[in-house]
């Protein structure tokens, strides 16, 4: 007979019901998702997930809360590096690695989240991951001579990239993630070192948007209040007035040249000390990586003795527990012989015994029976 199946715990229900109901709304969405199918899957009845949750709502929120916490967590982990390259790298390296790992999970959190769950939609994680990158871009803007200021709507343009890749690549997989995840940082870091810290448009753009908004009427078009040609007949007809050629955009005046030079020598010595400074971020960089990596390596060598004393150690125990199991064995065979001899010598008694019974009988019964 089998052994009847061990009863689950309160608790360890209320993980398999998670667990189930979170692949039925990867698969099928919260609508499509219904608490007999939830309970048919874990082999229980209805009023067990009610009694637990309350509802297909109350599973669904606890679902997509636990979604939520743990990239939020990977994501936070990875923005306590000390580079904001390594940050952003890291960052993106986070999400791809959730998208990969947790397909389910990221497949919930994308979908607009039902209005019963209570924990809001995929927009909201969004915000609260670019809240978190805000402050790090703060910082960054003040030493780079930003205006702080826009640095929320910089996390939200980072995040959303980030974001929506993942969402591409959850379905296509290629190339590999950490492919992606340099690409990811190539268009952001890289266009991130060129920004102006005071971009405007050049003297000649300015000029052209001034009269864009001011324009200027044309000589050849008869003021609104003059008079119009009358009609003589019901055939004749308002002569027609012929199309006035384009007008051309007047050639910039020397002070325009003037100011548009002085713009673009302004922009490359911009760009010329934001290449330096980004040159010297490098350098440092490179510099702290080639720390870290030093004392990563360090704490690896360390961790990879320790494991071996304690390897060691284990498999002494081991050597020992096995030469205390042989002594034992040999024990117990030595006891296994005695008892064994015992037993011959006692079977040789016992039969000793018997044939000297079996003389002393004949010798008596020789001695009852009459002589002829």
């Not at 067990?48 to 939520?68: L, P, T």
């Not at 915000?127 to 030493?143: H, K, L, R």
């Not at 980004?278 to 990596?293: F, G, H, I, M, P």
Request: no cysteine; net charge negative.
């Amino acid at each position: 007979m089998s052994e009847p199946r061990r009863r689950m715990s309160g608790k360890e229900r209320r993980e398999q019901l998670i667990q189930i109901s979170r692949t039925l709304f990867a698969e099928k969405g919260f609508d499509g998702t219904s608490v007999e199918e939830i309970a048919a899957t874990a082999n229980v009845s209805k009023p067990v997930v009610y009694e637990h949750f309350g509802g297909k709502e109350g599973v669904y929120a606890v679902v997509i809360d636990r979604e939520m916490q743990k990239l939020l967590s990977l994501v936070t982990e990875a923005l306590s590096a000390s580079h904001s390259l390594i940050k952003l790298e890291r960052a993106a390296l986070a999400l791809l690695a959730y998208v990969e790992e947790n397909s389910e999970g990221f497949r919930i959190l994308v979908r607009d989240s039902h209005a019963a769950s209570g924990t809001g939609t995929f927009a909201s994680l969004i915000n609260d991951i670019a809240s978190q990158v805000e402050d790090v871009m703060v910082d960054e803007f003040v030493e780079r001579g930003y205006d702080p200021k826009l640095a929320p709507m910089y996390a939200q343009m980072l995040v959303g990239m980030v974001a929506l890749t993942g969402q591409w690549w959850l379905d296509v997989r290629r190339p590999a993630r950490e492919e992606v995840a340099a690409h990811l940082v190539n268009l952001a870091w890289n266009g991130l070192t060129g920004l102006d810290p005071n971009p405007r448009l050049t003297a000649a753009s300015r000029g052209l948007e001034h009269r864009l908004a001011h324009p200027q009427p044309r000589p050849s078009e008869p003021h609104p209040s003059g008079p119009r040609p009358r009609a003589t007949g019901p055939e004749q007809k308002e002569p027609e007035e012929p199309e006035p050629p384009p007008e051309e955009s007047p050639p910039l005046t020397e002070k325009e040249i003037r100011e548009l030079e002085k713009a673009r020598e302004r922009e490359l010595k911009n760009q010329e000390k934001l290449r330096e400074r980004e040159l010297k971020e490098q350098e440092k960089a490179r510099e702290r990586e080639r720390r870290e990596a030093e004392k990563l390596a360090k704490d690896l060598e360390k961790i990879r003795l320790r494991e071996q004393r304690e390897l060691e150690k284990v498999r002494e125990r081991e050597y020992r527990e096995q030469q205390r199991l042989l002594r034992e064995q040999e024990k117990a065979r030595e006891r296994e012989l005695r008892d064994l001899e015992k037993a011959r010598l006692k079977e040789a008694r016992a039969a000793g015994d018997g044939r000297r019974h079996a003389s002393s009988v004949d010798t008596g019964r020789e001695k009852l029976e009459p002589s002829e």
